[in-house]
């Protein structure tokens, strides 16, 4: 069994609550949602591997730009390759690896079949109104139900963002657990989309703390850095 695999890279974490930790990025092939502000969708996959051969490759990156906190599995959408991460992640805990996932949160059954191996999970909640796509709250609440003792949540917001949006993805949150670290990251913009403004922002903040324990907003730092 082999997965198509567009990049394998070291950097440091740019999103979310684990901001700037070094990490290994093995960023897969392909997507079950096709969100409007994606800036991976276009970049064509660069290796097709073994699960063997994959971990050979991250211990070879580990070994020449180490020591890493953990090995983040990122996309597309990793959990797509349910089947081949049942073979690669037991590979990389034998080897002394933290795993971190990076999913969009609408596959939580491939999630249960991986998630004994998994010691990080940043899960996103889909807002329809920001992404021009579908809406899938019924499989986020399932998926961070599922990984409630390893998760946080990201919320991509845009200047498109309906509150009603808002509100149902935090009260997602609060009724699994509000100690669920909670995570509001403006997109980073271009020519399609925008992202909220400060106020906007602040506004977010303040209703969700009515119910979470901790709500932060975190911007794609790699990105505002220059970082891969």
């Known amino acids: 069994m082999k997965a198509k695999i567009k990049e394998i890279f070291s950097s440091i974490q740019g999103e979310g609550i684990y901001l700037g930790v070094p990490q290994i990025f093995v960023r897969f092939d392909g997507c079950n949602t096709d969100c409007l502000y994606c800036d991976e969708k276009k970049k064509p ?50 080897e002394g690896f933290k ?10 059954d491939n999630l249960k079949g991986v998630l004994k191996h998994i010691d990080i999970v940043c899960a996103d909640i889909k807002l329809p109104s ?22 946080f949540v990201k919320v991509v917001a845009t200047k498109s963002t309906d509150k009603k949006d808002f509100k149902k993805a935090l009260d997602i949150v609060r009724n699994i657990d509000p100690r669920i670290p909670f995570v509001i990251q403006p997109v980073t913009g271009n020519g399609k989309f925008k992202a909220p403004d400060v106020k906007a922002l602040l506004g977010y903040k303040k209703s969700a703390s009515r119910y979470l324990k901790d709500v932060r ?12």
């Open 217 to 228: 907003i975190i911007p794609q730092v790699h990105k505002i850095i220059g970082a891969r």
């Open 130 to 151: 920001a992404t021009k796509n579908k809406s899938f709250w019924q499989e986020h609440k399932r998926l961070i139900r599922a990984a409630k003792t390893k998760v």
């Open 45 to 94: 996959a660069k290796y097709e591997l073994t699960a063997e051969e994959l971990v050979k490759k991250i211990k070879s990156l580990d070994k020449k730009s180490g020591p890493h906190h953990s090995v983040s599995l990122t996309g597309g959408e990793p959990l797509i390759h349910e089947g081949f991460l049942k073979k690669l992640l037991p590979k990389l805990k034998t």
């Open 99 to 108: 795993i971190y996932l990076e999913t969009n949160g609408t596959l939580p």
